[in-house]
Protein backbone atom coordinates (compact mmCIF):
# COMPACT_ATOMS: atom_id res chain seq x y z
CA UNK A 1 0.00 0.00 0.00
CA UNK A 2 2.54 2.54 1.14
CA UNK A 3 4.43 1.78 -2.68
CA UNK A 4 1.09 2.52 -4.16
CA UNK A 5 0.66 5.34 -2.53
CA UNK A 6 4.44 6.83 -3.57
CA UNK A 7 3.71 5.70 -7.00
CA UNK A 8 0.66 7.58 -6.88
CA UNK A 9 2.54 10.84 -5.95
CA UNK A 10 5.25 10.64 -8.40
CA UNK A 11 2.78 10.14 -11.12
CA UNK A 12 0.46 13.51 -9.61
CA UNK A 13 3.93 15.15 -9.44
CA UNK A 14 4.85 14.31 -13.25
CA UNK A 15 1.26 15.07 -14.30
CA UNK A 16 1.63 18.69 -12.49
CA UNK A 17 5.21 19.66 -13.61
CA UNK A 18 3.46 18.60 -17.69
CA UNK A 19 0.47 20.92 -16.98
CA UNK A 20 2.38 23.64 -15.77
CA UNK A 21 4.85 22.70 -18.87
CA UNK A 22 1.50 22.81 -21.25
CA UNK A 23 -0.40 26.08 -19.24
CA UNK A 24 0.96 29.41 -18.22
CA UNK A 25 -1.69 30.91 -16.13
CA UNK A 26 -1.36 35.09 -16.13
CA UNK A 27 -2.65 37.32 -13.25
CA UNK A 28 -4.05 40.37 -13.94
CA UNK A 29 -6.03 42.81 -12.33
CA UNK A 30 -8.53 43.42 -15.86
CA UNK A 31 -8.71 47.21 -13.96
CA UNK A 32 -6.05 48.96 -15.69
CA UNK A 33 -6.76 50.90 -19.01
CA UNK A 34 -5.34 50.01 -21.79
CA UNK A 35 -2.67 47.85 -19.88
CA UNK A 36 -5.35 45.05 -18.81
CA UNK A 37 -9.15 45.84 -18.48
CA UNK A 38 -12.85 44.44 -18.88
CA UNK A 39 -14.08 45.10 -22.58
CA UNK A 40 -17.60 46.25 -23.32
CA UNK A 41 -18.28 42.21 -24.13
CA UNK A 42 -17.16 41.49 -20.54
CA UNK A 43 -13.69 40.22 -21.84
CA UNK A 44 -10.64 40.98 -20.78
CA UNK A 45 -8.54 43.01 -23.04
CA UNK A 46 -5.24 45.41 -23.52
CA UNK A 47 -1.99 45.32 -24.34
CA UNK A 48 -0.84 42.41 -21.78
CA UNK A 49 -3.30 40.56 -22.82
CA UNK A 50 -2.16 40.42 -26.47
CA UNK A 51 1.46 40.04 -25.22
CA UNK A 52 0.32 36.99 -22.79
CA UNK A 53 -1.21 35.42 -25.85
CA UNK A 54 1.82 36.56 -28.17
CA UNK A 55 4.19 34.68 -25.49
CA UNK A 56 1.67 31.16 -24.97
CA UNK A 57 2.26 31.32 -28.98
CA UNK A 58 5.93 31.54 -29.03
CA UNK A 59 6.16 29.13 -26.35
CA UNK A 60 3.55 26.25 -27.34
CA UNK A 61 2.01 27.01 -24.01
CA UNK A 62 -1.87 27.22 -23.52
CA UNK A 63 -2.73 31.03 -21.68
CA UNK A 64 -5.29 30.81 -18.77
CA UNK A 65 -5.99 34.53 -17.87
CA UNK A 66 -6.75 34.77 -14.27
CA UNK A 67 -8.17 38.34 -13.07
CA UNK A 68 -7.29 39.07 -9.16
CA UNK A 69 -7.67 42.39 -7.38
CA UNK A 70 -4.39 44.59 -7.23
CA UNK A 71 -4.24 44.25 -3.69
CA UNK A 72 -3.66 40.77 -3.49
CA UNK A 73 -1.98 39.79 -6.75
CA UNK A 74 1.51 39.36 -5.23
CA UNK A 75 0.20 37.05 -2.53
CA UNK A 76 -1.27 35.05 -4.49
CA UNK A 77 1.26 34.86 -7.09
CA UNK A 78 3.21 33.52 -3.78
CA UNK A 79 0.21 31.42 -3.06
CA UNK A 80 0.52 29.64 -6.66
CA UNK A 81 -2.89 30.66 -8.23
CA UNK A 82 -0.61 31.74 -11.36
CA UNK A 83 2.58 31.81 -12.81
CA UNK A 84 2.75 35.02 -13.78
CA UNK A 85 2.05 38.01 -13.09
CA UNK A 86 1.08 40.75 -16.16
CA UNK A 87 -0.55 43.89 -14.65
CA UNK A 88 1.01 46.73 -15.24
CA UNK A 89 3.38 46.18 -12.42
CA UNK A 90 7.00 48.22 -12.57
CA UNK A 91 10.17 46.67 -11.54
CA UNK A 92 11.53 47.78 -7.94
CA UNK A 93 13.85 46.97 -5.70
CA UNK A 94 10.98 46.59 -2.88
CA UNK A 95 9.16 43.81 -5.04
CA UNK A 96 12.28 42.47 -6.23
CA UNK A 97 12.41 41.27 -2.48
CA UNK A 98 9.75 39.09 -2.79
CA UNK A 99 9.22 38.00 -6.15
CA UNK A 100 12.16 37.99 -9.72
CA UNK A 101 10.71 39.92 -12.81
CA UNK A 102 10.71 39.27 -16.71
CA UNK A 103 12.85 41.43 -18.31
CA UNK A 104 10.65 44.62 -19.03
CA UNK A 105 8.37 44.88 -21.74
CA UNK A 106 7.18 48.40 -21.61
CA UNK A 107 10.08 51.24 -20.70
CA UNK A 108 10.06 53.49 -17.71
CA UNK A 109 6.49 55.01 -17.75
CA UNK A 110 6.36 58.07 -16.32
CA UNK A 111 4.07 59.46 -13.92
CA UNK A 112 2.17 62.23 -14.17
CA UNK A 113 -0.13 64.57 -11.78
CA UNK A 114 -4.10 64.87 -13.24
CA UNK A 115 -6.76 67.53 -11.83
CA UNK A 116 -10.01 69.16 -12.76
CA UNK A 117 -9.05 71.99 -15.38
CA UNK A 118 -8.00 75.04 -13.54
CA UNK A 119 -7.23 73.58 -10.01
CA UNK A 120 -3.49 74.91 -9.51
CA UNK A 121 -1.09 72.92 -7.31
CA UNK A 122 2.11 74.12 -5.54
CA UNK A 123 4.21 71.57 -5.65
CA UNK A 124 6.79 73.15 -3.61
CA UNK A 125 4.77 74.44 -1.12
CA UNK A 126 1.74 72.07 -1.18
CA UNK A 127 -0.56 71.74 2.11
CA UNK A 128 -3.78 70.84 2.48
CA UNK A 129 -4.21 68.77 -0.44
CA UNK A 130 -6.03 65.49 -0.97
CA UNK A 131 -3.60 63.51 -3.66
CA UNK A 132 -5.77 60.40 -4.99
CA UNK A 133 -2.80 57.47 -5.90
CA UNK A 134 -4.03 53.64 -6.14
CA UNK A 135 -3.09 51.43 -3.37
CA UNK A 136 0.02 49.18 -3.18
CA UNK A 137 1.92 51.33 -6.23
CA UNK A 138 5.07 52.69 -6.84
CA UNK A 139 3.10 56.31 -6.68
CA UNK A 140 0.99 55.24 -3.55
CA UNK A 141 5.09 55.15 -2.33
CA UNK A 142 6.27 58.11 -3.90
CA UNK A 143 3.24 60.67 -2.51
CA UNK A 144 3.26 59.20 1.15
CA UNK A 145 7.00 59.91 1.35
CA UNK A 146 7.16 63.59 -0.21
CA UNK A 147 3.66 64.85 0.32
CA UNK A 148 2.07 63.21 3.10
CA UNK A 149 3.16 66.15 5.75
CA UNK A 150 0.61 68.38 5.81
CA UNK A 151 -1.79 66.51 3.13
CA UNK A 152 -3.92 63.82 2.70
CA UNK A 153 -3.02 60.64 0.77
CA UNK A 154 -6.40 59.06 -0.57
CA UNK A 155 -6.06 55.15 -1.15
CA UNK A 156 -7.83 53.42 -3.84
CA UNK A 157 -8.56 50.29 -4.93
CA UNK A 158 -8.50 50.82 -8.74
CA UNK A 159 -7.29 53.17 -10.64
CA UNK A 160 -10.87 54.08 -12.33
CA UNK A 161 -11.57 55.20 -8.52
CA UNK A 162 -9.29 57.57 -8.29
CA UNK A 163 -10.22 59.06 -11.25
CA UNK A 164 -14.28 58.90 -10.44
CA UNK A 165 -13.23 60.72 -7.23
CA UNK A 166 -11.28 63.33 -8.93
CA UNK A 167 -14.15 64.14 -11.30
CA UNK A 168 -16.67 64.00 -8.22
CA UNK A 169 -14.55 66.68 -6.25
CA UNK A 170 -13.20 64.32 -3.71
CA UNK A 171 -9.74 64.15 -4.13
CA UNK A 172 -7.97 67.55 -5.65
CA UNK A 173 -5.25 65.75 -7.29
CA UNK A 174 -4.28 62.16 -8.38
CA UNK A 175 -0.65 60.57 -9.29
CA UNK A 176 -0.84 57.40 -11.23
CA UNK A 177 1.02 56.58 -15.03
CA UNK A 178 0.93 58.37 -17.80
CA UNK A 179 0.44 55.72 -19.93
CA UNK A 180 -3.15 55.58 -18.31
CA UNK A 181 -4.16 58.97 -17.68
CA UNK A 182 -3.48 60.17 -20.94
CA UNK A 183 -6.67 58.86 -22.73
CA UNK A 184 -8.41 60.24 -19.36
CA UNK A 185 -7.53 63.87 -20.27
CA UNK A 186 -7.78 63.40 -24.28
CA UNK A 187 -11.40 62.08 -23.48
CA UNK A 188 -12.38 64.15 -20.80
CA UNK A 189 -13.88 67.26 -23.04
CA UNK A 190 -11.59 69.42 -21.55
CA UNK A 191 -12.76 69.09 -18.15
CA UNK A 192 -9.53 67.40 -16.38
CA UNK A 193 -5.56 68.32 -17.26
CA UNK A 194 -2.02 67.65 -16.37
CA UNK A 195 -0.04 69.65 -13.85
CA UNK A 196 3.45 69.49 -12.71
CA UNK A 197 6.35 67.81 -13.64
CA UNK A 198 6.63 64.01 -14.87
CA UNK A 199 7.57 61.93 -11.85
CA UNK A 200 9.89 58.78 -12.84
CA UNK A 201 9.19 56.68 -10.38
CA UNK A 202 10.30 52.59 -10.48
CA UNK A 203 11.73 50.69 -13.45
CA UNK A 204 10.12 49.39 -16.67
CA UNK A 205 7.35 47.34 -16.44
CA UNK A 206 7.39 43.40 -16.49
CA UNK A 207 6.18 40.03 -15.50
CA UNK A 208 6.70 38.86 -11.74
CA UNK A 209 7.28 35.19 -11.29
CA UNK A 210 7.59 33.19 -7.98
CA UNK A 211 11.55 33.35 -6.74
CA UNK A 212 12.04 29.31 -7.16
CA UNK A 213 10.15 29.47 -10.58
CA UNK A 214 13.68 30.21 -12.67
CA UNK A 215 12.86 27.53 -15.27
CA UNK A 216 9.65 29.63 -16.32
CA UNK A 217 11.62 33.29 -15.76
CA UNK A 218 14.60 31.91 -18.14
CA UNK A 219 11.37 30.93 -21.16
CA UNK A 220 9.52 33.93 -20.19
CA UNK A 221 12.89 36.07 -21.01
CA UNK A 222 13.71 33.78 -23.80
CA UNK A 223 10.35 34.83 -25.37
CA UNK A 224 10.46 38.42 -24.74
CA UNK A 225 13.57 38.46 -26.33
CA UNK A 226 12.53 36.69 -29.66
CA UNK A 227 9.29 38.87 -29.25
CA UNK A 228 11.28 42.19 -29.17
CA UNK A 229 13.08 41.38 -31.90
CA UNK A 230 10.72 40.75 -34.32
CA UNK A 231 8.65 43.77 -33.93
CA UNK A 232 5.68 41.93 -31.97
CA UNK A 233 6.32 44.25 -28.82
CA UNK A 234 6.67 47.66 -30.42
CA UNK A 235 3.92 46.82 -32.58
CA UNK A 236 1.94 46.02 -29.54
CA UNK A 237 2.98 49.04 -27.98
CA UNK A 238 1.87 51.29 -30.70
CA UNK A 239 -1.86 49.19 -30.91
CA UNK A 240 -2.47 50.08 -27.53
CA UNK A 241 -0.54 53.43 -26.60
CA UNK A 242 -1.18 56.68 -28.68
CA UNK A 243 2.24 58.49 -29.88
CA UNK A 244 4.84 55.77 -28.20
CA UNK A 245 7.87 55.16 -30.24
CA UNK A 246 9.54 51.87 -31.18
CA UNK A 247 11.58 51.41 -27.54
CA UNK A 248 13.39 47.56 -28.97
CA UNK A 249 13.70 47.42 -32.41
CA UNK A 250 15.27 50.09 -34.95
Known sequence: MKKALIAAAALAALTS?????????VGTEGAYAPWNFVNDSGELAGYEIDLANALCEHTGMTCEIVQNDWDSIIPNLVAGNYDVIMAGMSITDER????NFTQDYFPVDPSKYIVTAG??????????????????T??????EENFADGNTVVSFATFDQSIADL??????VVLAD?????PVVENSGGALEFVGEDVAVGGGVGGGVRKEDTELLATLDEALTALKADGTVDALRAE???????????
Open 17 to 25: AAHAQDTLR
Open 96 to 99: LETI
Open 119 to 136: TEVDFDNMSGMRIGVQGN
Open 138 to 143: IQAAFV
Open 167 to 172: AAGNVD
Open 178 to 182: GSSLE
Open 240 to 250: WFDGVEAAYTE
